[in-house]
C-alpha cells in the first residue's frame, strides 16, 4: 500500500490505511504525532507495518512539543519525541488520566552541517556554543575563510530544539542572528544554498545530501574531532547523542503493542538503519 503525503500548514501528515484488517474486522487506526526529527523514520515504520499486517497508522509532525501536547491532551495514541518528556509534562498528563510510558525507539548523533564549500573541517563543542550564542559571528574566528555565519536552528516546538539548547549551549540564550527554521528539511535547504550556512538536526537529514558536509565535534579544545557514526553514537564518543522516544499512556495495548512492537521487532529496527539513524541493538 502506498502512503499519501500532504503538506499541511508546515507539518508534513502521512496517513497509512488498510481496508480491512485479518479475521474480517476493522483495524483500529493508530495515531503518531510530533518529532520531525522521527517522521521520515515513522513514515518507513507505518509503511512498512501496513505491508505486513494490513495495519492502519497515521503519522504527522510538526516538533516534539506538539506531540507532547497531543498526549497530554488524550489526543495522539503516540507521542513521537526526540527529547525527554519535562516532569511538567508527566505532571499535567497524569492530571488529566494520562500515565507516561517513555519508549526508546531509536539512537541518533545530532548531526552539524554545515554548506559543502567551507573549508572548516571541525568545531569544539564551546566554538559551536559560541556560534549559537552569537559570540563567534564570522568564520574566520574558527579558522575559517572571512565569511559571516549564517545560523539556522529548528523552531521552538522541536525536540532538538530543546536538546540543543540544554546539552550545547548549556541553557544559554539563543544570539539574536539565529533563524528559527520549521523543520529539519528546511535547515538543510538553507544551509545547502547558504555558502556561510550551520544547522544541526537528526543524521539522516544531512547524511549524503548534495551541498551539505556534516562536520566532526571535539568535546572539548585540544581533543580528537569525533563524526557522527554509529560506532561513535553507540560507544557514546560522539559529544551530541540521544535517543529517540515514543510515549504512551501506560504500556500500549491492542493494534498500538502490535505497532510499537514491530518498530522494536529487528525488522523495525532495520529500517532505522535504512533511513540513518541507528537501531537500538
Request: glycine residues 10%; charged residues 20%; proline residues 5%.
Amino acid at each position: 500500500m502506498k502512503a499519501k503525503q500532504t503538506l499541511i500548514g508546515l507539518s508534513l501528515v502521512a496517513v497509512l490505511a488498510s481496508g480491512t484488517a485479518m479475521a474480517g474486522k476493522t483495524q483500529k487506526q493508530v495515531t503518531i504525532k510530533g518529532s520531525d526529527t522521527l517522521l521520515i523514520l515513522n513514515q518507513r515504520w507505518a509503511e512498512a507495518y501496513a505491508r505486513s499486517t494490513g495495519g492502519a497508522v497515521a503519522v504527522s509532525g510538526g516538533g516534539s512539543s506538539i506531540g507532547i501536547n497531543a498526549f497530554i491532551n488524550g489526543v495522539t495514541d503516540i507521542c513521537a519525541s526526540s527529547r525527554e518528556i519535562k516532569k511538567s509534562e508527566v505532571d499535567k498528563a497524569k492530571s488529566r488520566g494520562s500515565i507516561t510510558n517513555e519508549i526508546p525507539v531509536a539512537l541518533d548523533g545530532l548531526a552539524i552541517a554545515v554548506n559543502a564549500s567551507n573549508p572548516v573541517d571541525s568545531l569544539t563543542m564551546d566554538e559551536l556554543r559560541r556560534i549559537y550564542v552569537g559570540q563567534i559571528t564570522n568564520w574566520n574566528q574558527v579558522g575559517g575563510p572571512n565569511e559571516p555565519i549564517a545560523v539556522f536552528s529548528r523552531d521552538s516546538n522541536s525536540g532538538t530544539y530543546g536538546f540543543f539548547q540544554q546539552n550545547v549551549l548549556r541553557n544559554q540564550n539563543w544570539g539574536r542572528n539565529v533563524a528559527f527554521m520549521p523543520s529539519t528539511s528546511e535547515e538543510a535547504r538553507e544551509v545547502a544554498r547558504t555558502k556561510g550556512g550551520i544547522a544541526y538536526g537528526g543524521v539522516a537529514y544531512f547524511k549524503g545530501k548534495s551541498g551539505i558536509k556534516i562536520i566532526p565535534i571535539a568535546p572539548k579544545a585540544g581533543a580528537a574531532p569525533v563524526p557522527p557514526t554509529e560506532e561513535n553514537v553507540r560507544s557514546k564518543k560522539y559529544p551530541i547523542w540521544r535517543y529517540l522516544f515514543y510515549y504512551t499512556n501506560g504500556k500500549p495495548k491492542g493494534e498500538v503493542a502490535k505497532f510499537v512492537n514491530y518498530v522494536l521487532s529487528p525488522d523495525g529496527q532495520k529500517i532505522c538503519e535504512q533511513v540513518g539513524y541507528y537501531s537500538l541493538k
